[in-house]
């Protein structure tokens, strides 16, 4: 990319987000960097260089975010977006070999956890400031007001289940919650009267938000680090979650405010001046404008990224065509880059209870016979190969501790034929 490398280089890393739903994995290739101490935190090798301050960076994409609303957004593309403008008492920084490693964002520093494992008293850094005007410090109450409207009526966030019954009274809050009209008054106004244990902000202290749980649990702090957990400004009370209206009445506490967004077509964000680096050890900033172009295509995305023209430095809600991989892996370019992840997609689910075929699906000689009578060569060369797609023959992807290589199916069509004939036969 010329003489932007080295901005793009900088600026991809600070538009990593955390995964959500979405999103797909890659395995070793030739600019890989070492593993990281996860096991499966793989960045490109090319990513090095010295980041320069200043310029634009020109992404091109094939599509929209979810949602333009933190506490709401479920899926990464969004994220990608989102972590430019709200932050999180806990995030992942965008350093090589680190980004599965969790720090504090708008958190002072780690929690201060009650010797039950139950109480979760966390200080918000001064200093950290809404574009609003005139600017306005972020407190314990943005971030109480972000977990309740996460269940509103009208846009819940998509992952409440993971974390409904572990904060307390969250459940019951919530459960009221869906009988309220699906209007941005009743909302507010539901937001504003009812409270519930689970998290508040201590009354001596606006800076400090609690949390209390239903029993210990150690990845309470990871779950911190999610958007939905993200501060809220009481402006936001004005539209309804996840609406166009709020889309474009979006405010700040991170490093870019959105200038222009024109749904399903393009994103401007531009440096927010609220926003004091002292206070974001996670997000560098260095160029001083994005700008999302959301109407391409993957081919051409492509085939603008490889002729390095002056307005695409990289994709968004994309990737490089499969059938593009192999060629550019056997060609060593420089501009490839193959990140891992943890994603088990696709996979296969047997429905058990299903009456079709007599409920042969019920019976484990059928489901083995289709697993051996799978051909996972065929679908990893439909996925670019081996070196981007290896299969995943397990539950537990390579890196998560208890992972165990192994392959209890390996393709064979003779023993899927004859577990067919035993199923066959009668009882």
Request: one cysteine or more.
């Amino acid at each position: 990319m010329g003489s932007r490398t080295k901005v793009v280089a900088a600026l991809a890393a600070t538009l990593m987000a955390a995964a959500a739903c979405g999103g797909s994995g890659g395995n070793t290739g030739p600019n890989r960097a070492p593993e990281g101490p996860g096991g499966y935190d793989k960045s490109a090798a090319n990513l090095g260089g010295t980041p320069v301050k200043g310029g634009t960076l020109n992404v091109l994409g094939v599509g929209d975010v979810d949602f333009l609303d933190p506490n709401v957004s479920y899926y990464s593309v969004g994220y990608s977006v989102l972590r430019l403008i709200s932050r999180q008492l806990y995030t992942y920084p965008a350093v090589t070999g680190k980004t599965t490693t969790i720090v504090p964002d708008l958190a002072t520093g780690q929690p201060d956890v009650s010797s039950d494992g139950k109480t979760y008293r966390i200080t918000i850094r001064d200093g950290a400031k809404w574009n609003t005007s005139p600017t306005r410090q972020v407190t314990a109450d943005d971030f109480v007001r972000g977990l309740k409207v996460s269940c509103n009526p009208a846009q819940p966030f998509g992952g409440l289940p993971d974390f409904q019954d572990l904060i307390v009274g969250f459940q019951d809050f919530c459960d009221g919650f869906g009988k309220v009209d699906t209007s941005a008054t009743a909302v507010a106004a539901y937001v504003k009267d009812h409270d519930f244990a689970g998290i508040s902000a201590d009354p001596a202290d606006p800076l400090t938000v609690v949390f209390k749980l239903t029993h210990p649990a150690t990845y309470f702090q990871n779950m911190l680090a999610l958007n939905v957990f993200s501060a809220r400004p009481v402006e936001f009370m004005d539209y309804l979650p996840g609406s166009a209206q709020l889309a474009q009445h979006t405010l700040s506490d991170g490093p870019y405010m959105v200038k222009s967004y024109n749904p399903t077509h393009s994103f401007e964000l531009v440096r927010n001046p609220a926003w004091d680096p002292t206070t974001d050890q996670a997000r560098h900033a260095y160029v001083d404008v994005v700008k999302i172009n959301e109407t391409g295509t993957q081919d051409s995305i492509q085939q603008q990224l490889q002729t390095d023209i002056a307005d695409a430095d990289m994709q968004f809600d994309t990737g490089t065509p499969s059938t593009v991989v192999p060629k550019l892996i056997q060609e060593n370019d420089p501009n490839l880059n193959l990140q891992s992840s943890v994603s088990t997609n696709p996979y296969v689910v047997f429905n058990t209870a299903s009456p079709n075929n007599n409920g042969s699906l019920a019976k484990v000689q059928v489901r083995r016979a289709l697993m051996y009578a799978l051909n996972r060569t065929n679908l990893i060369q439909d996925a670019a190969g081996p070196k981007v797609s290896p299969p995943l023959t397990h539950v537990l992807p390579p890196g998560l501790d208890g992972s165990v290589d192994f392959d209890p199916y390996p393709y064979d069509m003779a023993k899927a034929k004859q577990l067919l004939q035993d199923a066959a036969r009668p009882t």
